[in-house]
């Protein structure tokens, strides 16, 4: 008989997750389930900001899963999980039986305790349901106010969104802008004035103790400082929080997010966990760490999907990462940027808006903070080659001393310690992934590939 595999969620872990498993056992039953048709989260700032239409964040329709065969429950939830049985109970009493079962359900903001959360037009910002109400809160106004409280990795990301979009924007943060989670101070430091110089209002070191209703359709957002912030509308993005309901009291063992191994899978052999959920392997840590992203929700997607369809294969770990635009101010932190025990390079030029910093473990690169005006190609492509070496875990012996002495030379380390090579050489299932194929509506994109890029991507 085939083997039954049920996949709880619809974003890129378990898309990921289906097209492996296709890629190795096409005979296999697959079950999706989710509350949420198939898209991206991290595709919305570019719907918000209105560079694409809402149709560019999906990654599935029902042709491409029936073209992988899939048995998509689109709409549904799963209310249960009982490992011990095997089985699943859905929001409509039904159950359904499993060989192997995972668990992708992502993460969600948590919730403001506050007065004036559940007022019209003050919201959360996550779903592709937040973002349309969102677009109707500020529809027909020409340059609403948003007041966006948070300064977390998906604060800024969405901030960045509504500036694109020309609206008036104030944020409000307890500590630095943004948060010491996202950025060091070196690089904080940088990103605020930047911020104020665009026209964001930013209110730090400030918290918000309600939120009250003008009565002529605007909000006022009260700090504890005194201050008052009307709007046309109040975002709320003040953390993350696992969705781990459904396996409280299964005895599916959790800590952060659900635990996994270099498999995905959890204390239970035939039950993976994956992405925003998942507690996982983590490059440069011993410990399991939570990676909420979306480089490690593919990642892990494609680990679990090959496991699941019998091709045993191991997870060197995930990297930590946030890369982020800030109004044209870019910056990227990698691995252990936070390390307070790892010895430091650093370079700041605040006039110019550049920072770095490098992080050693003797000669190893643990992580790394870039910050940098989006135009300056060259802190781009460094950004690429610092992202390779922390991929490879190369050690780079004499090009550490090298880098001491030629900060903005990282190529010739990266050539010279032969990051290019193994990163070639690189898969994670010991095979390359196939071209997705998912085009919405099945439409053809209609931009020409310019001379210039046809010459970039033909050197491969
Ligand atoms: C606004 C925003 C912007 C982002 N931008 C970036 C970025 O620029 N770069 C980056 O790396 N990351 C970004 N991220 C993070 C990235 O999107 C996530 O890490 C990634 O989506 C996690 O994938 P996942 O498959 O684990 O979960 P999700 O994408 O959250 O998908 C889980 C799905 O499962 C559904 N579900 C949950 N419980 C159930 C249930 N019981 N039954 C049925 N269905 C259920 C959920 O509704 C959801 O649709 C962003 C996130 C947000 C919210």
């Known amino acids: 008989m085939a083997t039954q595999h049920i996949i709880i969620g619809g974003g890129p872990v378990a898309i990921n997750a289906v097209e492996t498993i296709r890629e190795f056992d096409a005979a296999a039953q697959v079950t999706l389930i989710s509350d949420e048709r198939a898209h991206s989260r991290m595709a919305l700032p570019y719907w ?35 490992p011990d049985g095997s089985t699943v109970t859905l929001d409509d009493g ?19 305790q506050i007065p004036g959360t559940d007022l019209s037009g003050v919201q959360n910002l996550w779903t592709l349901d937040h973002t349309q ?60 004035p930047w911020l104020r110089e665009k026209g964001v209002e930013l209110h730090c070191g400030a918290t918000v103790p309600s939120i009250t209703d003008a009565g002529d359709g605007t909000k ?39 635990l996994v191994n270099d498999r995905m899978q959890t204390n239970f052999a035939n039950i993976y966990a994956g992405g925003d959920v998942a507690q996982g392997p983590a490059l440069y ?53 936070n390390d307070a025990e790892a010895e430091t390079m650093t370079i700041s030029n605040p006039g110019g808006y550049i920072y770095r910093k490098l992080l050693w473990r003797a000669d190893q690169l643990v992580g790394a903070v870039l910050v ?9 492509t460094d950004v690429g080659m610092v992202k390779g070496i ?15 002495e030629n900060p903005f030379d990282i190529r010739r380390a990266y050539i010279g310690a032969g990051v290019a090579q193994k990163l070639i050489g690189m898969t994670l299932t010991g095979q390359a992934s196939r071209p997705r194929g998912f085009r919405f509506d099945g439409k053809i994109p209609t931009a020409k590939v310019s001379d210039a890029h046809a010459t970039f991507m033909g050197t491969k």
Not at 94 to 112: H, R, V, W
Not at 138 to 156: H, Q, S, T, Y
Not at 372 to 380: E, I, R, S, V
Request: aromatic share 4%.
């Open 94 to 112: 039904s159950t359904l039986a499993f060989d192997n079962l995972l668990i992708a359900t992502g993460s969600s903001p948590s919730e403001l």
């Open 220 to 258: 006022v957002v009260e700090l504890d400082n005194g201050t008052t912030i009307t709007a046309d509308a109040v975002v709320m993005l003040v953390g993350v929080k696992a969705n781990t309901d459904l396996v409280h009291g299964s005895g599916i063992e959790m800590d952060q997010g659900i």
């Open 133 to 192: 109400s969102l677009l109707d809160t500020i529809d027909g106004k020409e340059r609403p106010k948003v007041v966006m409280i948070g300064a977390g990795f998906n604060a800024c990301i969405m901030v960045n969104a509504m500036y694109k979009r020309g609206w008036q924007l104030a944020v409000i943060a307890r500590g630095q802008m943004p948060s010491a989670r996202v950025i060091d101070e070196g690089g904080a430091a940088l990103v605020e």
């Open 48 to 82: 918000l900001s209105g560079q694409v239409p809402r149709e560019h964040t999906y990654t599935a329709d029902d042709a491409s899963l029936k073209q992988l065969n899939v048995d998509a429950r689109i709409g549904q939830r799963v209310e249960s999980i009982d």
């Open 372 to 380: 940098g005006p989006a135009n300056d190609m060259g802190m781009l």
């Open 285 to 337: 840590s011993d410990k399991p760490e939570v990676h909420a992203i979306h480089p490690t929700a593919v990642d892990h997607g494609r680990i679990a999907g090959a496991n699941m369809a019998g091709h045993e294969v191991h997870y060197p770990g995930s990297l930590s990462m946030n890369v982020l635009d800030n109004c044209g101010l870019q910056t990227f932190c990698f691995g252990n940027w």
């Open 390 to 404: 922390l991929q490879t875990q190369t050690r780079l012996g004499q090009w550490k001393q090298f880098l001491a």
